[in-house]
């Protein structure tokens, strides 16, 4: 099992680019969901799914976007990159029925916006 | 809301010392409460958890108990290791769909 993937691992953008940060999990895990990490803040909670069609808003949602057309995959997409977007990306994923406290996160993609 | 506190670092101990990484938190009704552990270039993976009051979650040799009388989840090991270098994260788990976080605390542990 490679168990939750993502890419790129380091990505620079420039002001008002977009991009897509992809994310894999090969757990059929029915929950998935991306957070940021900044310093002294610990992760926060952006986009979250609990099945393929079905997507929702976390704590910090403004700026990017998400679908799940798949179990398997749940790609992030930023629509218009700004400095503030500067941040460490993970994507992680659980079962529903087991506790989503439990999650199996990914390596992470390091943004930096300029 | 439901909030997570944690020692703000980083703790500097020599190898062999005892650690105490301290967490409190705010929630309503009854939270399932767990420590993840970042070492450096990795994600986060999950160390331990506790569901209910006065559970001790235990792994790797670290331990930490569900007080609800004083809402904390204190992470201790007895002897740490070098290899035990990392940014620790307390966090709960209160219903609906999100993982509440903690700020952090970066151990380095010195040979």
């Known amino acids: 099992n490679a168990g939750v993937t993502q890419t790129p691992k380091f990505q620079v953008l420039k002001t008002g680019q977009s991009m897509t940060l992809q994310c894999a999990q090969d757990?059929?895990?029915?929950?998935m969901s991306w957070y940021r990490q900044d310093p002294g803040m610990g992760l926060r909670l952006i986009h979250y799914?609990?099945?393929?069609?079905?997507?929702d808003q976390g704590e910090v949602p403004n700026g990017y976007n998400v679908s799940r057309s798949t179990t398997e995959d749940f790609p992030l997409r930023l629509l218009s990159a700004a400095p503030s977007q500067t941040s460490v990306y993970f994507c992680a994923s659980s079962r529903i029925l087991a506790g989503r406290g439990e999650q199996y996160f990914g390596p992470g993609t390091r943004l930096t916006v300029t | 809301g439901d909030s997570v506190t944690q020692m703000e670092g980083p703790v500097t101990l020599s190898e062999e010392a005892f650690l105490t990484i301290n967490c409190t938190y705010t929630a309503t009704g009854y939270p399932s409460l767990f420590w993840y552990v970042q070492y450096p270039g990795e994600g986060l993976q999950l160390l331990l958890k506790a569901t209910k009051a006065d559970d001790k979650g235990s792994n790797k040799g670290f331990e930490a108990t569900y007080r609800k009388e004083t809402t904390s989840f204190h992470l201790e090991k007895g002897s740490v290791q070098v290899s035990d270098s990392a940014v620790y994260f307390c966090a709960l788990y209160n219903a609906g769909n999100m993982l509440t976080f903690g700020g952090g605390t970066r151990l380095m542990v010195k040979p």
């Open positions: 757990m059929n895990h029915e929950y």
């Open positions: 799914s609990v099945g393929a069609g079905i997507t």
